[in-house]
């Protein structure tokens, strides 16, 4: 078992950065890969970021590429999405999750543990 917690969420203007963080506990975070997602109001859960395990390896919606960078420390067990240049539409619910596979995966129905989110509210 996985358990993850954000934090970091909060009000900004346009332009405006925020830096989220997903803290696990539980058996070998380290060895999971670990995506961001995010769910706006009658919207689908959507992908934003994910890192391989080792941190190597990211990948990033196209909609977020160049304005959000995913990290990890597994010393610290933690995860973090660094938000920079937010838009309005960036305003949504942000959660982080994990798979028991490993491997890239975008889909979050692949993704077996989540956090309870945090709201971003990006103002215009």
């Known amino acids: 078992q996985v358990q993850l917690v954000e934090s970091g969420g909060g009000l900004v203007p346009a332009g405006g950065s925020l830096r989220l963080s997903c803290l696990a506990s539980g058996r070998m975070f380290s060895i999971y890969g670990m995506g961001w997602f995010r769910q706006a109001p009658e919207r689908e859960r959507e992908f934003v970021a994910w890192?391989?395990?080792?941190?190597?390896?990211?990948d990033y919606a196209d909609s977020v590429s160049g304005r959000f960078t995913i990290s990890r420390d597994n010393t610290k067990d933690t995860a973090y999405l660094q938000m920079n240049n937010l838009k309005p539409e960036d305003t949504a619910v942000y959660y982080c999750?994990?798979?028991?596979?490993?491997?890239?995966?975008?889909?979050?129905?692949?993704?077996?543990?989540w956090g309870q989110g945090t709201q971003v509210t990006v103002s215009s």
């Open positions: 890192i391989r395990w080792s941190g190597d390896l990211r």
């Open positions: 999750a994990t798979k028991r596979a490993n491997g890239y995966s975008s889909d979050p129905h692949e993704y077996d543990y």
